[in-house]
C-alpha cells in the first residue's frame, strides 16, 4: 500500500524560503511520478508541480515557475519541493501524492481520482505579508 508523510511547512514572512519533504515508506520513489499539490480555502486542489519516475523530467504551475523546484532523494526516498520568494498567495495546505503520469495536465487540470493515490496528510505553508 504505502504512504507519503509531508513535513516542512511553516510560517515565513513574504520573501522567505521553505523546502518541503515528501518521504515515502512501502514503495520506492524510484518507480513511481509523484506530485505536489496545493489546498487553498475556498478553491480546488491544484497541482502545483510533478517529477517523473523515468527522466526526471518536472512541470510547474506557472504561478510556481522560477521560484519553486522540485527533487527527488533516492537515497532517503524523500521528494522534496523548495519554495522560495514565496507570496502571501501560496498560503495553503501543501500534499504530495503519487501521480500516474507527470504531465503538464498534473499542474494545470483538475485530476481524476484513479490518476492519484497514496496521499500525504498535508504540510501547512503560511506566508504574512
Known amino acids: 500500500q504505502g504512504q507519503f508523510v509531508e513535513s516542512g511547512g511553516g510560517v515565513v514572512q513574504a520573501g522567505g524560503s521553505l523546502r518541503l519533504s515528501c518521504t515515502a515508506s512501502?514503495?520506492?520513489?524510484?518507480?513511481?511520478?509523484v506530485g505536489w499539490f496545493r489546498q487553498v480555502p475556498g478553491k480546488e486542489r491544484e497541482g502545483v508541480s510533478c517529477?517523473?519516475?523515468?527522466?526526471?523530467?518536472?512541470f510547474y504551475h506557472d504561478t510556481a515557475k522560477g521560484r519553486f523546484a522540485i527533487g527527488k532523494d533516492m537515497a532517503k526516498n524523500t521528494a522534496y519541493l523548495l519554495l522560495t520568494d514565496l507570496k502571501p498567495e501560496d498560503t495553503g495546505l501543501y500534499y504530495c501524492a503519487r501521480v500516474m503520469f507527470c504531465s503538464i495536465e498534473v499542474v494545470t487540470l483538475t485530476l481524476n481520482p484513479w490518476e492519484t493515490s497514496n496521499w500525504g496528510q498535508g504540510t501547512r505553508v503560511t506566508v504574512s505579508s
Open positions: 517529477i517523473d519516475q523515468t527522466d526526471g523530467t518536472t
Open positions: 512501502g514503495f520506492s520513489l524510484e518507480s513511481i511520478a
